[in-house]
T-cell receptor, first 118, second 112 residues
Framework: AQKITQTQPGMFVQEKEAVTLDCTYDTSDQSYGLFWYKQPSSGEMIFLIYQGSYDEQNATEGRYSLNFQKARKSANLVISASQLGDSAMYFCAMRRPISSGSARQLTFGSGTQLTVLP | GAGVSQSPSNKVTEKGKDVELRCDPISGHTALYWYRQSLGQGLEFLIYFQGNSAPDKSGLPSDRFSAERTGGSVSTLTIQRTQQEDSAVYLC??????????FGPGTRLTVL
């Protein structure tokens, strides 16, 4: 079974500073995908960034980067130059490989509430 | 539209009534997911469809919950004899094998 752990229920960061949101995972699969989603107070789930388990480079997407440490089974999200609009709940998620067939649903962590302070 | 759409956006029903929630995935996406999110909580997996394969129903909380996907596209989640604990936001997502799952705006269900 897959498990995602986000140990920080809440985080605060000053505007324009960088922040790291932690995510660790557990899986017996050799191949898997890791995702981060943002959920503002409006409730929509917004896809931010993806990292494949065999990707050699850490994923980056604008101000978002993923610090992927496969041996430690961690996939931390780094947000650089925080903005007030970054205040939201952030979820880490994992998906099994295509070979898993129908057992390929996303497994989510419990989320981290990020508040950006002016 | 280009994204996942869900209807209705809000549904208020009385305890014991049946409700149907609809999800229109992104065109061409073969995978479709349903999740439930109670107030202030994380996402609870309900059901996953992949192409013509048998769906993964392992997350459905009781036999009052069912879902179907017609023609590999639109999906309907049905809750029979609704209970107050069914009140939540029901989120649908779709993906292809090459993309991340993209979520719809959700249906907020309130059972009185």
């Amino acid at each position: 079974a897959q498990k995602i752990t986000q140990t920080q229920p809440g985080m605060f960061v000053q505007e324009k500073e960088a922040v790291t949101l932690d995510c660790t995972y557990d899986t017996s699969d050799q191949s898997y995908g890791l995702f981060w989603y943002k959920q503002p107070s409006s409730g929509e789930m917004i896809f931010l960034i993806y990292q494949g388990s065999y990707d050699e480079q850490n994923a980056t997407e604008g101000r978002y980067s993923l610090n992927f440490q496969k041996a430690r089974k961690s996939a931390n999200l780094v947000i650089s130059a925080s903005q007030l609009g970054d205040s939201a709940m952030y979820f880490c998620a994992m998906r099994r490989p295509i070979s898993s067939g129908s057992a390929r649903q996303l497994t989510f962590g419990s989320g981290t509430q990020l508040t950006v302070l002016p | 539209g280009a994204g996942v759409s869900q209807s209705p956006s809000n549904k208020v029903t009385e305890k014991g009534k049946d409700v149907e929630l609809r999800c229109d995935p992104i065109s061409g996406h073969t995978a479709l997911y349903w999740y439930r999110q109670s107030l202030g909580q994380g996402l609870e997996f309900l059901i996953y469809f992949q192409g013509n394969s048998a769906p993964d129903k392992s997350g459905l909380p009781s036999d009052r919950f069912s879902a179907e996907r017609t023609g590999g596209s639109v999906s309907t989640l049905t809750i029979q004899r609704t209970q107050q604990e069914d009140s939540a936001v029901y989120l649908c997502a779709s993906s292809s094998s090459l993309t991340a799952p993209f979520f719809g705006p959700g249906t907020r269900l309130t059972v009185l």
